[in-house]
């Protein structure tokens, strides 16, 4: 019989725990924030465009650039990530860091049906920082640019080409707020 790929693994679910009250799933946030007349961070998917928009019309604390090298003998991945405040931020931030993986065929279940050849997209694959992301120490002012350097070696079963590496900085203290997200290719 055909086998599917595991996706689960413990540091997925840690971050789950982190953001999900459970029985709201499936649903989605935006930018984990509690919107006025909400009482969780997650969404029904038919209020995502809302708010969106809404949070599309609004200027981040910070903006970060991110780049990375790869060696493919050595399977190393080496990412920095620059992080420009551009207004004084009160609340501390964490930088969380992580790996995905796309066009990964393998099967899903659809329905009562098992799709074999099903392509899944975007699945995470690790995180380099902690699952909660890790302490910005700095003093948190306006033009202060916060430079981390992280590396990390690739798993052999694991498409650096079809890997892409996400940050986000975000408050954790009394919400969890993300302020600036990045994607880049790994490749």
């Known amino acids: 019989p055909f086998r599917a790929q595991e996706f689960r693994n413990q540091k997925a679910q840690d971050f789950f725990d982190y953001l999900v009250q459970i029985g709201l799933e499936p649903a989605g946030t935006v930018d984990q924030k509690i919107f006025s007349g909400e009482t969780a961070i997650l969404l029904d998917k038919s209020k995502w465009t809302n708010y969106v928009n809404q949070q599309l019309t609004q200027t981040p604390p910070v903006n970060i650039n991110l780049s990375n090298t790869y060696d493919s003998t050595s399977r190393l991945l080496t990412i920095v990530a620059e992080i420009h405040y551009t207004q004084n931020v009160t609340e501390q931030n964490k930088l969380t860091l992580l790996l995905t993986e796309s066009n990964i065929v393998t099967a899903q279940l659809n329905g009562s049906v098992i799709d074999t050849f099903y392509v899944h997209q975007d699945i995470m694959r690790d995180f380099i920082t902690d699952t909660q992301g890790d302490l910005i120490s700095d003093t948190l002012t306006a033009g202060r640019v916060v430079r981390k350097v992280y590396s990390k070696v690739l798993d052999v079963n694991w498409k650096p080409e079809n890997m892409a590496v996400v940050a986000f900085v975000h408050e954790f203290q009394n919400s969890?707020?993300?302020?600036?997200?990045?994607?880049?290719?790994?490749?």
């Open 176 to 187: 969890k707020v993300i302020y600036q997200s990045k994607e880049i290719t790994v490749e």
